[in-house]
């Protein structure tokens, strides 16, 4: 009887183990996967594929001195990035509250253009004498022009030292002008080179032109030393660089 006793005594404890173990594994497996797959109000679980959410996740953090949230990845195998933002087409990956520049922060695309296409094109790079004209095709848009050159007073053209000027025109509209001041005759004198934009140029072709300006009132009784009295002859040099953006 007494043997009896403790076998069933045995069985007994052999079972509760099978239950308390049986219950340990459902809990470790249903408790897991509920964590794993759940959603709103579940735990972040760090790799796992499967966090999901239907409402923002939001940290704030007062940090002074650094960011509220760093993602580091140090891996070094090809393709690695600490941060992979999906979305669906025609949606923004992103938002920010403030306009101020990001510190290395680069960007391939503008407008969704490639860098390729906004490349500056030296459409002038020769000696004189002015005018040099070019004619180049647009495709309409918004244009740089860089510009650089130089000239001279001369004496055989004017009675003293004074202003000179150079013009930029596009398709005989006058765009901008390079002054400079010298104080001696027949002394050739560089422009100041600068950038000049011309908005709203329509597809097409285009003719460029730099000239020299050169006064009616030069070498006459009405010239003073602010009239433009520009010359230019194979001693002088011009560049001219247009770098278009297209709409």
């Known amino acids: 009887m007494l043997r009896s006793a403790a076998s069933k005594v045995m069985w007994v404890g052999r079972a509760t ?15 897991m996967a509920s964590t794993a797959f ?98 180049i095709v647009s495709e309409g848009g918004i244009w740089v022009f860089s510009i650089s050159g130089s000239g001279f007073r001369d004496s055989d053209n004017s009675r003293f030292s004074g202003a000179i000027a ?4 596009v398709d005989d509209q006058f765009v901008d002008r390079l002054n400079f001041t010298t104080n001696l005759q027949d002394h050739h004198q560089p422009f100041v080179a600068e950038d000049a934009v011309v908005r709203g140029l329509p597809a097409g072709v285009h003719t460029i032109r730099l000239a020299e300006e050169y006064s009616p009132a030069c070498n006459t009784n009405n010239e003073t030393f602010n009239t433009l009295c520009t010359s230019t002859n194979a001693n002088d040099f011009f560049h001219l660089t247009v770098l278009e953006i297209p709409d």
Do not use: C, H, Y
């Open 166 to 169: 150079m013009d930029l025109f």
């Open 38 to 135: 759940g959603a709103n109000g579940g735990n972040f679980i760090l790799g796992s594929l499967n966090n999901t959410a239907t409402a923002i996740t939001k940290l704030t953090g007062t940090v002074g001195g650094g960011p509220a949230l760093r993602v580091s990845n140090p891996s070094t195998t090809t393709g690695s990035s600490a941060l992979d933002l999906q979305v669906a087409t025609g949606k923004a990956p992103m938002k920010v509250n403030s306009g101020t520049k990001v510190a290395k922060l680069n960007a391939d695309k503008l407008d969704g253009k490639d860098f390729s296409a906004f490349g500056g094109v030296a459409i002038i790079d020769q000696p004189g004498p002015l005018p040099l004209e070019r004619s």
């Open 17 to 31: 183990v099978f239950l308390l173990g049986l219950a340990l594994m459902l809990a470790l497996l249903f408790g």
